[in-house]
T-cell receptor, first 115, second 115 residues
């Protein structure tokens, strides 16, 4: 992968707990996004950002918050974890939000289990 | 809204056999199309992409894909499969213009390779 770092890689949460999945890239990418991957569902877009201070909702935003205070970081917050949020989460980024030809690079994923 | 359909959830082939994974998309104009591969427990790696021009595109690891506008398809092929190709494969579509930066994935095709 080309410099998209996700932490933690594995996490177990209890229902109702909150946590933040961290995503950082060192490629000066404008576009960053979060996906969740569930068996048989492919990857679904949660939230995305086209630059610092700008975020928008994707396909499945409920239960998640994001912010983009710097170009490098795009954390995903679970406010009150639910078992339905058990999933694998991927952060992805690309150089320019204005140019859809830019390759989107993915992090290695964060495995989250909510019990 | 853009969408991607991968009709085959699971495909099994013998090592050395040829492979074709199907992908159909829905989009109002010519989209940007991608194939990603995901090995177990790993992130997504870009195999190839189509933006415009030659409808047969070559990718890494000996894969190729052909864009057929009349069939709204972007099928992935490989003439001779290796055991290391066992993985899950995702087709994805992205808008070729406007302010829609989202990358939409199909639900994936799991490839098993028999020795």
């Amino acid at each position: 992968n080309a410099g998209v770092t996700q932490t933690p890689k594995f996490q177990v949460l209890k229902t109702g707990q909150s946590m933040t999945l961290q995503c950082a890239q060192d490629m000066n990418h404008e576009y960053m996004s979060w996906y969740r991957q569930d068996p048989g569902m492919g990857l679904r877009l949660i939230h995305y950002s086209v630059g610092a201070g700008i975020t928008d909702q994707g396909e499945v935003p409920n239960g998640y918050n994001v912010s983009r205070s710097t170009t490098e970081d795009f954390p995903l917050r679970l406010l009150s974890a639910a078992p339905s949020q058990t999933s694998v989460y991927f952060c992805a980024s690309s150089y320019s939000a204005q140019f859809q030809r830019n390759t989107i690079y993915f992090g290695e994923g964060s495995w989250l289990t909510v019990v | 809204a853009q969408s991607v359909t991968q009709p085959d959830i699971h495909i099994t082939v013998s090592e050395g056999a040829s492979l074709e994974l199907r992908c159909n998309y829905s989009y109002g104009a010519t989209p940007y199309l991608f194939w990603y591969v995901q090995s177990p427990g790993q992130g997504l790696q870009l195999l190839l992409k189509y933006f415009s021009g030659d409808t047969l595109v070559q990718g890494i690891k000996g894969f190729e894909a052909e864009f057929k506008r009349s069939q709204s398809s972007f099928n992935l092929r490989k003439p001779s499969v290796h055991w290391s190709d066992a993985a899950e494969y995702f087709c994805a579509v992205r808008s070729s213009g406007g302010s829609n930066y989202k990358l939409t994935f199909g639900k994936g095709t799991l490839l098993t390779v028999n020795p």
